[in-house]
Every structure is written in structure tokens, then in C-alpha cells.
Nanobody, 122 residues
Framework: VQLQASGGGLVQFGESLRLSCTARDTTSGKILIISNVGWYRQAPEKQRELVAFIPDDTEPKYASAVEDRFFIYRENDWNTVYLQMNNLKPEDTAVYYC?????????????WGKGTLVTVSS
């Protein structure tokens, strides 16, 4: 299984980006359902921190630093989870990672995706 985060890039202060997280079976190429998805970020010389989390059965949760600017949501029958990032600030600059549970044959396994870099210029 490969968990992939994409959508990062270079933007200016106040602009928006949308990140996406998907999982693919590397043998069959099939897109898999992901659950309990979290977006994390790690800025240079800082620890990785949770930005937003969408559990299966309750409302999404956000870090206080991004509340009301970032929104996590699902589409495509739980195959893709997005992180809509609005009004970006230089302090949002970081590598963003998604973390998700993929269930295959009744067994759930947690995966980390490779990060996608978000750079916000002032």
C-alpha cells in the first residue's frame, strides 16, 4: 500500500492550496478506502504536529493555529481526503504528511504518506 499526499507548492501570503491524500494498492493499482485520516506538518527544526483529523464517525478536529482557515473533508466514497488551506501564512510553511488507516481483508493498518512541501512567502 502506498499512501500519497499531493498538492503542495509555493504560494503567497493569503492564498489557498488544497492537498489530497489517497491510498493505492501497489500490486493491483486499486485505489483503497482510507479512514481516520490525519494531516500533519513538520516545519524545519520543529517537531511534527497534527493539523487536522477526520475520524470516521465524529466531526473533524483542528489545531488551534489553523482553525477556521483549514478544512478537512472526504470525497469519492472515502477514497480521497482533502485539506483545503485558506488564508495561508508564512508560519504554515512545512512539509505536510497524511496518515491514514487502510483496511484490507478485515485488518486495519496505519500508513504515513510521503510529505508534500507547502511554502508560503510573505
Amino acid at each position: 500500500v502506498q499512501l500519497q499526499a499531493s498538492g503542495g507548492g509555493l504560494v503567497q501570503f493569503g492564498e489557498s492550496l488544497r492537498l489530497s491524500c489517497t491510498a493505492r494498492d501497489t500490486t493491483s493499482g486499486k485505489i483503497l478506502i482510507i479512514s481516520n485520516v490525519g494531516w500533519y506538518r513538520q516545519a524545519p527544526e520543529k517537531q511534527r504536529e497534527l493539523v487536522a483529523f477526520i475520524p470516521d464517525d465524529t466531526e473533524p478536529k483542528y489545531a488551534s493555529a489553523v482553525e477556521d482557515r483549514f478544512f478537512i473533508y472526504r470525497e469519492n466514497d472515502w477514497n480521497t481526503v482533502y485539506l483545503q488551506m485558506n488564508n495561508l501564512k508564512p508560519e504554515d510553511t512545512a512539509v505536510y504528511y497524511c496518515h491514514a488507516t487502510v483496511t484490507q481483508k478485515g485488518r486495519g493498518v496505519d500508513y504515513w504518506g510521503k510529505g508534500t512541501l507547502v511554502t508560503v512567502s510573505s
